[in-house]
């Protein structure tokens, strides 16, 4: 949602959140049963005129993005007429169409396609909708996500239509809203493995089913293991192993995802314990998600495994991916960085490069390390490109005071011409594989200050470390 506003921000009338009795819910409740059975009752005679014309009838979920964004900043009053506001078009019939507020901020619209096009039809509807609202000396510009079926290719009943539209809409909603789409078959298959996926992910947190697997990170002068990265891993998962990229956002959606951090903190915390009574003290690295750094108490949660774990703050690391700098509770999550770093636990930049890098970031967020992407990583043994751009990240962790790490390393080329570069560390399966927690134990325990199998001397190379200093 946007506002425009002719005076200073924040100038326009402002309410308290309004607590809603519940006799007003009881009637909210029952005006929004009968809206819906009114909006089932013109949606079947419309598509009996659709079948009457043998004609085809395009059926648009509307929901309005941010409302709540809107009642924090201006308040209830004008969340309200906003909704009033946009639900009085409705009555407008634009450009030819019918439609109806179903509940809340969500909407419904009909309206006959004959041949033309389906998107350019629903597009000129939604703009007329979404023409800005004035409320008070602003004008508050509504965003609406739009999920669309058509009659007959995607269903030939008001209740096949009205759940496949809501099906895309869902999917607008997780683009990030303010998008149109239209209903795929794939979707139905898509959404019934989501929910079957979110219901193995609570059974395997109910029964404990994940481990953490460690990768050794290396210093590249000299071999030595800085650090290790805790990898989540499902082993017992029927079907097989699930990639992160996919268990991630659907452990986000479903909200388990506060679950499984939780159990990643605590599971790192008391492993680094481990090796510290074991006398290897190593710092262990932890992934965190965007969506766990929006919670206010992530932070409480690190410092309460510190304290069971008696652990000291600096044996944990906390990796953050370059999409928290873009996104929009950015102060929530700025102020969860600042209460991590009072801890004493150490912060790491991961997948540097691929994201929304930003100097002004990079300068403020208070991170020891930069984690460089492995797809920087594949070309620097064969592209002048790749290689360059490699230096000018060392050179620019130099100039901020950061350590540069490379992940992925697989050849003894890469490792030569990183180190030929000045990178500081590196991690992938030339040095070390990921291992489980006991298999790691043996590993660091044995040992000690050894060097790393592909550590190079580097006096046998040309001194490059002052690249951009």
Same mark, same amino acid.
């Given at each position: ?21 519940g ?81 809340g ?11 033309q ?58 683009? /990030? ?11 139905e ?13 609570e059974?395997?947190i ?30 017992r ?17 479903? /909200?388990?995802?506060r ?10 915390a ?17 992934n ?22 008696a ?5 944990l ?19 969860n960085?600042?209460?991590?770093a ?12 691929t ?27 064969h592209?002048?490109?790749?290689e ?60 000690g /200050?050894?060097?790393?199998p ?16």
């Open positions: 949602m946007e506002h425009a506003s002719s005076g200073a921000p924040g100038t326009g009338p402002r309410t308290l959140p309004r607590r809603r009795s006799r007003a819910d009881e009637m909210r409740r029952t005006h929004d049963d009968v809206d819906r059975e009114r909006v089932w009752a013109q949606l079947c005679r419309a598509i009996e005129a659709a079948v009457r014309r043998d004609s085809r009838l395009a059926v648009a979920v509307l929901d309005l993005d941010r409302l709540k964004e809107v009642n924090t900043v201006y308040g209830y009053r004008a969340g309200d007429q906003l909704l009033a506001a946009l639900a009085s078009r409705l009555d407008e019939h634009l450009g030819g169409s019918d439609g109806f507020r179903m509940s901020d969500r909407f419904v619209v009909w309206l006959p396609l004959g041949e096009d389906v998107l350019p039809s629903v597009t000129r509807v939604i703009r007329r909708f979404t023409r800005p609202v004035p409320y008070a000396d602003l004008r508050l510009i509504p965003q609406v996500s739009v999920g669309i079926a058509v009659h007959p290719e995607d269903g030939r009943d008001a209740e096949n239509l009205l759940r496949r539209a809501e099906l895309a809409l869902d999917l607008a909603k997780r683009q /990030g809203g303010g998008r149109i789409v239209r209903f795929e078959a794939a979707m298959t898509t959404l019934a493995h989501r929910k079957w996926l979110e219901s193995e992910l059974r395997a109910r029964h404990e089913e994940f481990e953490l697997h460690f990768q050794p990170q290396f210093g590249l002068a000299d071999g030595r293991v800085v650090g290790v990265e805790a990898l989540l891993r499902w082993p998962r029927p079907g097989g192993p699930l990639s992160p990229a996919v268990l991630v956002p659907i452990a986000e959606s479903s /909200g388990l995802i679950a499984i951090g939780a159990w990643i903190v605590r599971r790192a008391r492993t680094a314990r481990l090796w510290l009574d074991h006398g290897c003290p190593t710092p262990v690295s932890i965190v998600s965007v969506a766990q750094l929006r919670q206010q108490d992530v932070a409480r949660l690190v410092a309460r495994e510190l304290e069971r774990f652990l000291p703050a600096e044996l690391e906390v990796e953050v991916t370059e999409s928290l700098f873009v996104d929009p509770a950015q102060s929530a999550i700025a102020g960085i600042e209460r991590l009072r801890l004493g636990v150490r912060l790491a930049i991961d997948d540097f490069g994201g929304y890098s930003s100097l002004a970031y990079l300068k403020r967020l208070p991170a020891q390390r930069i984690k460089v992407d492995r797809t920087f990583i594949d070309g620097v043994a592209d002048a490109t790749d360059a751009l490699m230096g000018t990240i060392v050179g620019l962790g130099r100039m901020f005071g950061k350590r540069v790490l490379a992940e992925g390393v697989e050849t003894e080329e890469q490792h030569r011409v990183l180190l030929r570069e000045g990178c500081h560390e590196a991690q992938g399966y030339l040095l070390a594989r990921p291992m489980p927690e006991a298999e790691c134990t043996v590993f660091l325990r044995s040992r /200050g050894e060097r790393s592909a550590a190079v001397d580097p006096g046998s190379l040309p001194d490059r470390s002052a690249v951009l200093a």
